[in-house]
């Protein structure tokens, strides 16, 4: 016989959770106590906060394709999880979320730090389970983990109240529950898609973070080999093609790569692999791709016609939808669209602005990147600096690039930088601002108690950039409440919580502070101070089209 | 706007209403009416759903319905092929001088007189929208006191069964 807690635990390392990531709490004490015997092991890092522990959940599932599991207690503990929870599932990463909760007893009755998190939950995630019986216990996680990795990824929570826990049952051993790809594709589509392929005059390649969590990369590429076509990507999709890809043009949508985004307006097929066309990667939808053919392939049968309509839809893994093409496609040559392709490359080397005065972003970027390791995790924040970081850093390995693309969650960064680093083992980077940092910089002490060796990036421009962005270029220059009058010194901060701190005005300066950074094990914070005038460009103002791109 | 009925199998358990009527509600696409009730296995029940909207919306919905784990079977029921029943329950006021007009327009529907007192009528009517809605507007005038309504209930006509998409 086993307490529901012990079955916790065995399920969990029976999944092959090596790490949870999480905060204990008075509904979850039973779990720490098998925690706290079980030590030897599962690993549990504790942070400083529970939204913290899920974005370190979800940063460790996207670096390690793993299953990001996080643990928290009833109330508050479960409550402050909702943002990790709604990141995770807008991304489609695969997570188990386990909370606490009073005793079946006391559920409903407004008892001490009862919440009904499943349905605060029911919304952002792929499923969820309240656990009110201890024999489907060990089942349900399983069935959790199933959910989380079959088809579309996404997050599942399991709210199990104390008694459960604390209940007796059998123990049974079970299977281990993989990722499984749901296919509903035909030979006839198939043979549709490659008649089509082989038609194009200038195919586009379009591909998002499916190409990632469908472990698709090598397809992809012989795919943009075997039909000499351009690829762009979603910011999701950026680290599925290395970027010393040929056929690689960069990132597409609001601040995507002019090349990238002006060829794909002007192909007449486009593949979109994996994506959602999500409103800040199309503009206006109605003019979108008008001229084009679209083939939409993805995991997610809703995702066919959602946003917008396709020529022909595939629902199936991408990876073995490549594959299927693959085996009937031809060597293909397009030799005028590259052509033309150059041409727009001229025109963007020629009038797209650059960054090129002084200490930019780019520049700091371009120094880090430098430095790094073609697997080394990049995790960023939300807002300038993470189109920076899209547009410049040059990813050449899948799952190098931990943003959070969906949700936007300005907080992610740390979190996830940290969940990165426990995942792989080894450095993380993490670029953010010093808006977003300010939100969960609480995560610091957790960095430093698990002594990872992060390199953190505060591009400090003391405003909240890219909402002062919009307001230079939408609202007049009224800055409402986007300078940030503070007066936090992120080096004596640093300090504070026991990481290291330096400051970088100049290149020279940034370059000593990354010789240091780089040699230390534990993390560095190292305060960028750039211009709070520096904008991202291009850019299509939200529901234009290519034809509004603002380049300078 | 087309109205569409949507038939469904989803698990009999706690939460599965929610998780359904919580997917339209966020996904933005109208319910008009929704009818759930255990089915001949006790583990599984059905539901049809009356919507309004476009084919666009009637494509998303059953999609991002197919994707809830407590939904077993989800598929549009297309008119003529299926059969459709409401029911409604109406307190009509009547008096000595009219109750025997309405006994016969209730007869004349096929509608059952369920209840008698000496100012109201009680009457069960059943029957497609259609039916349900001219009879309504012939009670109307006699003044309808109280009603209960129904949604849609439907099954496919012939041996073709929901379960066997």
Known sequence: ?552 | MKKYIIGMLVMNQFGVLNRVSGMFARRGFNIDSLEVGVTEDPERSRMTITMSGEDYDRDQIIKQLEKLQDVCVVREMKPGTIVSRELILLKVAATSSNRQEIIDAVNIFRNKIIDFSPDSLCIEATGETSKIEAFLELMRQYGILELSRTGTVSLDRGTKLLVNE
Not at chain 1, 265 to 271: G, P
Not at chain 1, 339 to 348: A, G, H, T
């Open chain 1, 1 to 552: 016989m086993m307490t529901g807690a012990q079955i916790v635990i065995e399920t969990l390392i029976e999944q092959g959770t090596e790490v949870i990531f999480g905060y204990p709490g008075g509904q979850v004490l039973n779990l720490y106590d098998e925690l706290y015997r079980n030590s030897h092991r599962i690993r549990h890092i504790l942070t400083a906060h529970e939204q913290g522990a899920a974005h370190a959940g979800d940063g460790y599932a996207r670096a390690t394709g793993k299953v990001g599991v996080v643990m928290a207690t009833s109330g508050p503990g479960a409550t402050n999880l909702v943002t990790g929870i709604a990141n995770a599932y807008l991304d489609s990463v695969p997570m188990v979320f386990i909370t606490g909760n009073v005793p079946c007893s006391l559920i409903g009755r407004d008892s001490f730090q009862e919440v009904d998190i499943t349905g605060i939950t029911m919304p952002i995630v792929k499923h969820n389970f309240i656990v009110k019986d201890v024999t489907k216990l060990a089942d349900t996680i399983r069935r959790a983990f199933s959910i989380a990795q079959t088809g579309r990824p996404g997050p599942v929570l399991i709210d199990i109240p104390k008694d459960i826990q604390t209940a007796e049952c059998e123990f049974r051993p079970g299977p281990v529950m993989g990722r499984t790809a749901v296919n509903r594709f035909t030979d006839e589509q198939i043979e549709e898609a490659v008649t089509m392929l082989r038609s194009a005059e200038k195919p586009y390649i379009y591909c998002g973070g499916g190409i990632v969590s469908g472990d698709a990369e090598e397809e992809l590429m012989a795919l943009a080999n075997r039909l000499d076509c351009p690829v762009g990507t979603s910011i999701m999709g950026l680290s599925g093609i290395p970027a010393s890809d040929r056929h690689k043009l960069g990132m597409v949508g609001m601040h995507g790569i002019y090349t990238a985004t002006v060829a794909k307006s002007r192909a007449d097929l486009v593949i979109a692999v994996g994506v959602r066309f999500s409103d800040r990667a199309t503009g206006n939808k109605n003019e979108y791709l008008k001229h084009a053919r679209i083939i939409h392939i993805d995991a997610d049968a809703a995702e066919i016609d959602k946003n917008i309509p396709s020529t022909l839809g595939i629902v199936g893994n991408v990876r073995d939808v490549i594959k299927a093409i693959l085996a009937r496609l031809e060597e293909a040559s397009h030799p005028a669209w590259w052509e033309e392709i150059e041409e727009i490359r001229r025109y963007e080397e020629e009038n797209v602005a650059k960054q090129d005065r002084g200490f930019t972003p780019y520049r700091i970027i371009e120094a880090v990147n430098a430095r790094t390791s073609p697997d080394t995790p990049v995790a960023t924040d939300v807002g300038q600096h993470q189109m920076w970081t899209a547009q410049r850093y040059r990813f050449e390995s899948p799952r190098t690039f931990i943003t959070s693309g969906g949700l936007g969650t300005m907080g992610f960064g740390l979190g996830a930088a940290i969940g990165a680093s426990v995942g792989v083992g080894g450095r993380a980077v993490l670029f953010t601002g010093d808006g977003s940092f300010g939100m969960n910089l609480n995560e610091l002490a957790t960095a430093v108690s698990q002594k990872l060796p992060l390199v953190i990036l505060i591009l400090n421009n003391g405003v909240l950039g890219m909402v002062r962005q919009w307001q230079t270029m939408f609202y007049h220059r009224h800055y409402s409440e986007t300078t940030l009058d503070r007066k936090t010194d992120f080096v004596k901060l640093a300090e504070a919580f026991g990481a290291t701190g330096f400051r970088a005005d100049s290149e020279e300066s940034l370059q000593s502070a990354l010789d240091r950074a780089f040699s230390l094990d534990g993390p560095v914070v190292i305060d960028c101070l750039i211009d709070c005038d520096e904008r991202v460009l291009p850019m299509i103002p939200p529901g234009g089209t290519v034809n509004d791109l603002v380049i300078r």
